[in-house]
Nanobody, 113 residues
Framework: QLQASGGGLVEPGGSLRVSCKVR????????MAWYRQPPGKERELVAS???????IYADSVKGRFSISRDNVWRTLYLQMNSLEVEDTAVYYC?????????WGQGTQVTVSS
């Protein structure tokens, strides 16, 4: 089970941290990722982190977002800084590749003045 939280409404230039609690899965053995689905668009990969904490970012968020994980608490994080209107989307977590876990409901992030 993947439960994302922490979304909300923020002004352009603001910051937000979203979290994804993973239950019933051996979290520490999987490379994980954050995805987002903007209104009317396809879901896209935002950032990923391997089991040894190597991170990769989409060009659109590089330098602004930071992904991290806590294997003890089975939680994935995404720190988002310098948010832009274009970052508005529902944010989800899941595996980076392979057979995906069942998608959770995600958390809505809205960037607007």
């Amino acid at each position: 089970q993947l439960q994302a939280s922490g979304g909300g409404l923020v002004e352009p230039g603001g910051s937000l941290r979203v979290s994804c609690k993973v239950r019933g899965i051996n979290f520490k053995i999987y490379d994980m990722a954050w995805y987002r689905q903007p209104p009317g668009k396809e879901r896209e990969l935002v950032a990923s982190i391997t089991t040894d904490h190597t991170t990769i970012y989409a060009d659109s968020v590089k330098g602004r977002f930071s992904i991290s994980r806590d294997n003890v608490w089975r939680t994935l994080y995404l720190q988002m800084n310098s948010l832009e209107v274009e970052d508005t989307a529902v944010y989800y977590c899941n595996r980076r590749a392979g057979d995906m876990f069942q998608w959770g409901q995600g958390t809505q992030v809205t960037v607007s003045s």
